[in-house]
Every structure is written in C-alpha cells, then in structure tokens.
C-alpha cells in the first residue's frame, strides 16, 4: 500500500472527500452509472466524483492513474474506482494505480462466461444503438415526432403516436415525451389541459378519438404554484385558488373518463418514464 | 439445482435462446445499462431479455420468480439475473429463483462499506434528480432551451447558450442536444448550415459573434446521399454530386474558422455526446 506523507501545505489542503473514478475504453455512461447507484446507499458520505471516458490508449491509462494517485495525495483517502475497460492491457495499467478498484467488469464477465459456457468476444462501446441501425432510427423518429408534437403543437399526427401525455402545463409532460424517445423510440405526443379544456368534464374535441392513447400526468397543488408563481409571480394564473380549480377539473376529467395518471411530484423523469411503460404495458420499440 | 422434465409440446418450444432478467425495486435502469453492457461482450450469444422494474413487495417479487422459472423451463437453460434491489427481504425471494443470479449490488456495496468502514443507508431510487431538486430543474430548463433553439428556430437566444452544433441537416445535431440536455443539464443550441450558408467559406452572420460556442457534426458523404434519399428520392438535394459539394464546402469552414468538429458516422447518440464534453471541455450542469 501506498504511504504518503503530506507536507504542510498539502495537509492544509486536504478535503478528507473521498474520489471516485469512473473509467471506461467507452463513454463511461455504464460506469457512471453503476457507480453513482452504489455510491447513493451512501448517503451521507460526500464523494468527489470523476468520470474518464475514452481511455483507451496506454498514455490515456497512465494520465489516469496519475489522477488517481493525485486524488489519494491531496486527500488521504483512497479513491474508488470503478471501470468497465475491455482491453487486459488498459486494464492493467489502472489497476496499478493506489486506489480500491471493484473491477467489476472483468469478474463479472469471467463469471457470466463460466455460466453459459461461451467465451466472450471483448470489445468496446457496443452497449448502444449506432448511427448507422435501425434502433438508432426508430430513436431519431421518436424524437423528431415528439418534437413535432410537443405541447399541442399538431394534433393531426396522433394517429401515429404510441401515446399521448396529458396534463396542465410543467406537469413534465415535455421531458417525459422526449426521454420515451431517446431512450425507447416511443412515439409520445403531448398536449396541454388549458383552462378552457377544463370548463367541462369533457376531453377536447381532438383528444376524443385517441382516447386508448391517453395518459395523464399530475402534480401536486403546491408545487403547481411554486413554478407558476416562478413564471407569473402574482398572477392569477398562479394563484392558489386558480390552481386548486384546474387540479379538481382534471382530476374530474381522468376520473370520468378513465384515464390512467401518475401523480410525478416525487419522481425523476427516469421514473415517470418506466412507470408509464410499467402502467400502460407499453412496449419499447428499441433496446430489448 | 432445479431438474426440469419437459413435455414433448414443451420441448416443441423451446427456443434454446437464454433469459437475462434485469431486475430493480426501483427504475430497472442501472440494473439494465449494466446487464446489457455485459451481455454485449458475447456478441455471438442471443439472449432474451426482460426488464422487470419496482418490484418492491414480496408478491412481486414471487411473481418474477414465477416468471424466472418459466423461462428456465421453457427453455432449459438457466437465466441469468442482474438485480439490484436494495431490501434484504425483497432481494431473499429473488435469490432463490432457479437462476445464476451475479448479485452485482449487494457484493460491491459490502465491498465499498468494507473500504470506507461506513455503513450503507439502503434506500431504492436515489440515482436520478428528482422532480423537486435543482438538477431537475437545471435539466427541464435544458430541454426546453433546446427545444426553443432547434434547427435554427431563433437565433437570439445564442447568449444563454453552453454549445451550438452546426453541420448539414440530419447529421445528428437534434438528438444530440436533447441528450446533453437531459443527461447533463447542457444548454445546447443547434443551427443547420444550409446550401446559402455553404457559398462561401465564411460563417454565417449570426454564429459569427459565437465562434468560442461553435461545434461542428458531420458524417460520412455516403451515409449522407441514403439519409437524404430516404427524404427525397431522385432530387438535386440528395445526389451524390451536391452531396460532396456541400461536404467540401462545410468542411472548408471548419477548417477555415478552425472550428472543432466530429465525424458522427460510427456514433450512438451517448458517444456524441460524452465525445463533445471530451473535446471541448464544457462542464455538465448537473451529475457531477
């Protein structure tokens, strides 16, 4: 192990946060991943986190390492790294470095080989969908579709969409629809529930023929008002008493209507995604 | 070990494809990026992939039991299953599928608890920023600054921007900014250079005041030919011939106004992305 004695401007310097390092011959994105999911169980333990993509020639390896030992100097306490390198010799070379390496990807590869009896065939960066497939395709049409048919932009394309998010204004409903894109190449159109829409327990007009097609998303009054009041400070439109009326009158309407919802006050937008999919029975269009 | 005796209408189904389960009290998203970036290292395998997210009770976990077993079953070799449930009880029911299970979270965070002598705080779903945090904010005000700034649409707004992709039309820079958008909170804009722009080797007037923010995306000239006669079979605008002028002349520009850019052609959108932080050094707003 390392013995590293600081001076005192060093001591002086040091942070007592522990690094850790996410390292890939790739993005990185498994890495980082992986790595911030096992490092949230630890909540109340501030890490410096560093993520190194791309390392993929030895010199990139040894800049690395440098960090790493770097990292361990000015703090004293031995980073973490976590890397998803293919390449044996990279891999080497991070290994030397003075850190506590979970090298998951080698053992669990090894252990997964041993399983199903298969050698693997190493190599890097195949873990998403390339210009040049159909799953990067079906992305970019989801994507450009949900552009399209964001906030009410069209109606008359909702033939062609897998679903179509409702709910009021910064109910999430735009991030939502561009995440199913990216991420599953869902075509998801959505439309704002206007004051006028909510007059009635009625569906507008143009919603009425897809309504197999509707999801709502809501939130809570309180935090409508909050970023209303961000927006409009003062306004009616923002007001508590406005707010309330627009949350009974949709509820009314998911209600009478039967239309699923989620309330997304506490979820990112990773979560509503996957419990849509989840409540719907939605199928991806890519990635399984 | 489970042994499983096969009817002959069973044996008639069994597809000797092996199940790889991906399993999550919460999103399913790290448990899935992983187990995929793992089983991409046997390219020549096939494997049936199934995601299963918040199993969070007892019941549900017994039912992906129940479906873990019928896959064993149905095809006689033993799935695998990548999970990373965080309850005690929840991951017990899980484990005893008939199934190699990798135990991926419950080994490294022992190991990490271990290495920093602190104990973990178990809680599911922290990995994403929540709808009440300020990296959601900092995200959804991303999106919707890409949205405002897509494909041109206003050019006013240039000040408020992280990045600004410029090259041909589809080569990408649409997906590209939603992505650092919503992965890291960038503020990215994003601006076709068209036939007009191209006459000349200087940049169009209203990019000339953001040189410092300029990205150019360009792909390969045939890839470029097929996209635009998926749009426009037989035109002037999709032959080879326009497409190798607008190529030279947009590559004169980068090079002229030395503005850096990257060849997409090979890329998934995850690369592009994680490959412009790399080159130009931008700061994610959020993640880090």
């Known amino acids: 192990m390392y013995v ?25 994105i ?4 992986l790595g911030k999911s096992l490092l949230s169980q630890f909540s109340d333990v501030e890490f410096d986190i560093q993520v190194i993509p791309y390392v993929d020639t030895p010199l990139l390896a040894r800049e690395a390492v440098q960090r790493i030992n770097n990292a361990y100097q000015s703090s004293n306490l031995r980073p973490l790294v976590f890397d998803t390198i293919v390449s044996d010799d990279i891999r080497e070379i991070i290994n030397a470095a003075d850190a506590h390496n979970l090298d998951i990807y080698e053992g669990l590869i090894n252990r997964i080989a041993t399983e199903i009896n298969h050698k693997p065939n190493p190599h890097t960066g195949m873990a998403h969908s390339r210009v040049d497939s159909d799953d990067y395709k079906a992305r970019i049409d989801a994507v450009h579709f949900a552009l399209d048919n964001d906030d009410g932009a069209r109606t008359n394309h909702y033939d062609g969409a897998d679903i ?21 190449g869902i075509r998801a159109a959505n439309y704002p529930l206007t004051e006028e829409d909510l007059d009635t327990s009625q569906l507008p007009r143009v919603l009425k023929p897809y309504h197999h097609k509707l999801f709502g998303l809501t939130i809570d009054t309180e ?5 209303r009041q961000e927006r409009k400070a003062g306004s009616r439109y923002a007001s508590l008493a406005q707010c309330q009326e627009e949350q009974r009158a949709i509820q009314a309407i998911y209600s009478h209507q039967k239309i699923p919802s989620l309330n997304v006050s506490e979820m990112s937008v990773e979560e509503i995604a996957t419990r849509i999919l989840q409540i719907t029975g939605l199928k991806r269009r890519i990635g399984v």
Chains 1, 2 share one sequence.
């Open 164 to 184: 179509i998010l409702i709910g009021l204004s910064r109910s999430g409903k735009t991030p939502t629809s561009l995440y199913l894109a990216l991420q599953y």
């Open 223 to 227: 935090r409508l008002v909050r970023i």
């Open 30 to 33: 498994t890495a980082e991943t």
């Open 4 to 28: 590293h004695t600081p001076t005192p401007a060093q001591q002086e310097k040091q942070s007592n946060i522990r690094s850790a390092f996410f390292i890939s011959d790739g993005t990185a």
